[in-house]
């Protein structure tokens, strides 16, 4: 896979001389005739064909700044880290193929703040690949319902990044030309519903929280009795009961989306 002059800068001149090498040594045993086969590729993991950058993906990655020939050199990115299968198993590794300025791209793709300090070295297995991989392909590993960034910090993403694909696509047709604001709005109810399960109160009132990565750590999405039908009932309950407390425009609101997200998930038979 070749690179061109204007995204060879982000990947080391020994990296660049490897891959050269390698397309040499296949072009070589083509043309003899000897052997034909090229390596394996890494596809992307929503499957072969797919884009490497969604929609969405693209869209975020210009309300990054990411644009012109920073966005064709993600790309690169994104071709070489598919290229080869051991990249996903070792992501750090990959890493340390890039220049300063290729982890700097990745840092801006990603959304942290400038001048950030990036430890490849220190960031675990999950924590390297959604340093590398666009919003709509985010992994967790752990199935703990939080994404692992290369900051440290956790964020919660609603579908989950290992729900069902039914569920991603539910999801996809219940948004499809709604407003930021409302799918924040929406995406709460389940952040809420999410952090709340790690909530305890005892017999006195106190309320202790169980933080991520303690004993006992919840992950309400990924149980084996968890219903998003029944959880979105739960969280129409929860609007009726809240209503006198939101203003009327607030309750409508709400109670329109869960109604939209509701028959979204009904269509595509989710239980």
Known sequence: MSLSIDTSGYFTPAYIGRIQAQAAETAATGNDGTDETEAPAADPPTGSGTPLLSSNDVRLLLLRDVRGTDMDGYKSILEQFYSDPANRDDPTA???????????????AQSLPAGAHIDIDGMNTEEAL?????????????????????????????????ASQ?????????????????KMLLTGRFFFMAFSANLHVDENGKVTRIEPDEPGWRNVFAEE????????????????FNRPYNTPEI?????????KLEQAFDSHGIA
């Open 94 to 108: 990959f890493l340390k193929n890039l220049t300063p300025a290729g982890i700097d791209l990745l840092r801006q």
């Open 251 to 259: 309750y409508e609101r709400i109670k329109g989306l869960l109604a």
């Open 225 to 240: 009795n968890f219903s998003y039908s029944d959880a979105i009932d739960r969280l129409i309950e929860g609007n009726e």
């Open 130 to 162: 959604n340093f590398i991989l666009p919003q709509s392909s985010k992994v967790d590993l752990d199935n703990d319902g939080l994404v692992e960034g290369a900051n440290g910090g956790k964020s919660f993403v609603f579908p989950p990044v290992n």
């Open 166 to 182: 039914s569920v991603k696509d539910a999801w996809a047709d219940a948004t499809k030309g709604m407003s930021e604001s409302d």
